[in-house]
């Protein structure tokens, strides 16, 4: 399926969502993110039967930012322009909808992500990046914040100190580090990237529908009480103790065969 700069390909319950617009390294533009929000809509319907997301980049990069191309002040912009206004229309939405999807979502960073590339590649559950690729809190090298939800996410992935040295600096982060640091699951050779996305992806399609309850817990847990944790283990618990998937799963370990989970 083709929308604004965005494909997605759904097989077998694992859909791929590729941001396509080569030409600027698919930096995001409100053409894209309009396509993201259609391909959403696909995604998120029950009859499309999505039971793991996948993130991508068309050609040599993952994502390299907003697209600045024509935001340039001209002699007509505003003396004080509203930088974050598209932020509130546009790019929160999208991003509510990645932390609040009902299945696994995994990013497969191909090349550089950068900006609020960075920030859509680390809401990934998995995140699995090519060895050349690299990332890059690029907002100070035009006198900017950052934004994306990258304020909330990295300080609770790597630390504060070294959030703060990425955003202050500027400086670009390989994968291979960002892998030591524990901001990324895996790194691949460039050429296995795909295929090792695909077998991970597959892996998490083919599982129990507990798995969108799991990642839901974990997004919770960061501004949970501990109180308000465990009661929200003990409801969801309940909902994946309902589910078909459970009874096939004990049916199977009794018989000691794998489990045929059907995400139901």
Same mark, same amino acid.
Request: hydrophobic share 40%.
């Given at each position: 399926?083709?929308? $604004?700069?965005?494909? %997605?390909?759904?097989?077998?319950? %694992? ?9 600027? =390294? ?8 309009? +396509? ?7 995604? $998120? ?6 039971? #793991? %997301?996948? =993130?991508?980049?068309? @050609?040599? @990069?993952? #994502? ?5 191309? @024509? ?12 930088? +974050? ?29 950068? @900006?609020?590339? =960075? ?6 559950? =998995?995140?699995? #990046? ?8 690029? *907002?100070?090298?035009? +006198?900017?914040?950052?934004?994306? +939800? ?17 955003s202050l600096m500027g400086d670009k982060l390989p994968a291979e580090t960002a892998l030591q640091w524990g901001l990324v699951n895996r790194v691949f050779e460039d050429d296995q990237l795909k295929a090792e996305t695909q077998t991970i992806a597959r892996s998490l399609a083919d599982g129990p529908f507990s798995l969108g309850l799991i990642r839901k817990l974990y997004w919770e847990s960061d501004d949970?009480?501990?109180? $308000? ?31 045929? *989970?059907?995400?139901?």
């Open positions: 399926m083709e929308f $604004e700069r965005v494909k %997605l390909s759904i097989e077998d319950g %694992l859909a791929t969502l590729t941001l396509n617009h080569p030409e600027v =390294m698919n930096a995001v533009s409100m053409e894209m993110l309009k +396509g993201l929000g259609d391909a959403m809509d696909v995604v $998120e319907d029950p009859a499309s039967q999505v039971r #793991c %997301l996948i =993130m991508t980049g068309e @050609g040599r @990069g993952f #994502c390299t930012g907003a697209n600045l191309q @024509g935001r340039a002040d001209g002699d007509n912009a505003p003396s004080r322009p509203d930088a +974050g206004s598209a932020l509130e229309t546009a790019y929160h939405p999208f991003l509510r909808r990645l932390r609040n999807l009902h299945v696994p979502f995994v990013t497969s960073v191909n090349g550089p992500a950068a @900006g609020v590339g =960075m920030s859509f590649a680390l809401m990934g559950d =998995m995140v699995l #990046c090519a060895k050349s690729s690299y990332f890059l809190q690029a *907002f100070r090298r035009i +006198g900017l914040v950052p934004d994306g +939800g990258s304020t909330w996410l990295l300080p609770r992935l790597i630390g504060r100190a070294r959030a703060m040295e990425l949970n009480t501990y109180e $308000e944790q465990i009661n929200l283990e003990r409801q969801l618990q309940r909902d994946a103790g309902r589910s078909a998937d459970f009874k096939e799963g004990v049916k199977a370990f009794l018989e000691k065969r794998p489990a045929n *989970f059907t995400g139901k």
